[in-house]
């Protein structure tokens, strides 16, 4: 989308004024070159390494950008506060909205990557109890999930505007 809107064209202007423009050439490299996935893994690798791990080395290196450092997971933790927080919010508000207490929920299955992640865990064994926490193949199963709601006769109940009160009803 940056190549295409003007944006990069800025960018490009902007690195000819600024006080560090080595950085900006670095991203507008990325952008140029159609690295953002390549970074996007590297990212996730680190975020899944984390999961693990209490530090580690971040590296992505391509199209002559090389950038490295190393961080922990205390520092992760502090970028991802907020997104914690609104998620905490938000199963608080399921909840409510259904009217179970965290005490009447049986079984909680945590999916996905971000499942992995030590404070997401921490935020539902503190809500549910760590007994009931549940997970399977983390990233299979969302692939199997998207299928099932593809298959189905009226997909789009799963969406935010097919309304959550037909998905939660199935």
């Known amino acids: 989308m940056m190549k295409s809107n003007g944006d990069l064209r800025e960018l490009r202007e902007l690195a000819r004024s600024a006080l560090k423009p080595k950085l900006l050439e670095d991203f507008?490299?990325?952008?140029?070159?159609?690295?953002?996935?390549s970074?996007?893994?590297?990212?996730?690798?680190a975020k899944v390494a984390l999961s693990g791990?209490?530090?580690?080395d971040?590296?992505?290196?391509?199209g002559g950008v090389d950038i490295g450092?190393?961080?922990?997971?205390?520092?992760f933790e502090s970028w991802i506060a907020d997104d914690?927080?609104?998620?905490?919010?938000?199963?608080?508000?399921?909840?409510?909205?259904?009217?179970v207490?965290?005490?009447e929920i049986e079984k909680v299955f945590l999916t996905g990557?971000?499942?992995?992640v030590p404070a997401v865990r921490k935020l539902f064994a503190e809500r549910f109890g760590n007994e009931r926490l549940m997970s399977g193949d983390q990233f299979e199963s969302i692939a199997y999930g998207l299928a099932l709601i593809g298959h189905s006769p009226d997909p789009d109940r799963w969406t935010a505007g097919g309304g959550l009160e037909a998905g939660a009803a199935a």
């Open 39 to 45: 970074l996007y893994r590297a990212v996730s690798d």
């Open 113 to 116: 990557g971000t499942s992995f």
């Open 101 to 103: 207490a965290a005490r």
């Open 84 to 99: 914690i927080a609104r998620l905490g919010a938000t199963v608080d508000k399921v909840l409510a909205e259904a009217g």
């Open 58 to 62: 971040f590296r992505f290196k391509g």
């Open 53 to 56: 791990q209490e530090q580690v």
């Open 28 to 37: 507008i490299t990325i952008v140029d070159l159609d690295l953002g996935f």
């Open 69 to 75: 450092a190393a961080f922990t997971r205390k520092n």
